[in-house]
């Protein structure tokens, strides 16, 4: 990281979506998947409407520019439309595993796109950490993935995603994260509709629990998140941002833990070790001395 003020956002937004887990599984007790996300993307898409006021001419009206941000939104829609999918049946930790490995094809995407820094020390951390989560769950894996066809929703979900973060580090000079935001989730109002209407309709329930559930995903997991993410893409490697990701499914087993009361195992404890220290030598840059820059 460039500066400790962008660590520390980063670390905000890796503590948001490491609990949302916990509590997208809260609110698909009420709903069907796709009605949950409906919800979300529709309600995010209020919030953050007034802000571009605060980003007039945040986005060049260019063919290229317009053509990658629609690309760009339109995978991270579909992808976390494979995501709801697989989380409906599958655990959370399978999930979790499964869909971040988008680092993974980050590292494929930034060197043929971005031409981004990837070295051997930052290829190599980021494989060490996902072997560490896959050994904190191996209990899990060990008892089976499930369905196959939700193995190969979530892997393809984590591949749509790392091709959003590319296609918006591509664009990040000439659209605000304001923008860029708001086109993932007004686009994602539309094509996930059908899709809420054919599994069930339109249900808001007005249970207290589902209430704070689809607030804590619209306001926290999506608007307040979404803005420090792209803010961070637009200033930092996308591979370092995004390989620092994989913090989030241990947040996930730790909210897990404290609000399901789960214990952890030996081999849990170790893969929380190596990711911590996967994600520090992904973020490790030697010191080069003093610079004459500002």
């Not at 979506?17 to 069907?32: C, F």
């Not at 820094?117 to 494989?127: D, F, I, N, P």
């Not at 911590?276 to 820059?293: A, D, E, R």
């Amino acid at each position: 990281m460039k500066n400790l003020r962008n660590l520390v956002l980063l670390l905000i937004v890796v503590f948001i979506w490491g609990a949302n887990w916990a509590n997208m599984k809260i609110g698909l007790q009420y709903v069907t998947p796709m009605n949950y996300l409906w919800q979300r993307l529709f309600f995010s898409t209020l919030m953050i409407a007034p802000f571009l006021l605060l980003a007039r001419g945040g986005m060049k009206r260019e063919p290229r520019v317009l053509g990658i941000v629609v690309v760009s939104a339109s995978a991270w829609v579909i992808s976390n439309i494979f995501m709801m999918y697989a989380l409906g049946s599958t655990s959370s930790g399978i999930s979790a595993i499964l869909t971040y490995t988008q680092p993974l094809f980050v590292f494929g995407m930034s060197a043929l796109l971005l031409r981004g820094e990837v070295t051997v020390l930052k290829v190599g951390s980021s494989v060490f950490g996902f072997i560490g989560i896959a050994v904190i769950y191996l209990n899990s894996l060990g008892g089976g993935l499930g369905s196959a066809q939700a193995v190969i929703y979530l892997l393809v979900a984590a591949f749509l995603w790392a091709a959003s973060i590319v296609g918006y580090k591509m664009v990040s000079g000439e659209v605000h994260p304001y923008w860029f935001s708001f086109v993932e989730v007004a686009i994602g109002s539309v094509l996930v509709l059908p899709f809420a209407l054919a599994s069930g309709g339109l249900v808001v329930p007005l249970e207290p629990g589902y209430l704070l559930s689809i607030g804590y995903l619209a306001v926290l997991s999506t608007v307040v998140a979404f803005f420090i993410w792209f803010r961070l893409l637009q200033n930092e490697d996308a591979v370092t941002v995004s390989t620092s990701s994989l913090l989030v499914p241990i947040i996930a087993f730790a909210v897990g833990a404290v609000t399901l009361g789960e214990v952890l195992s030996l081999n849990e404890v170790v893969g929380v070790v190596m990711v911590l220290i996967s994600v520090y030598f992904v973020n490790y840059s030697p010191f080069k001395g003093p610079t004459n820059k500002p």
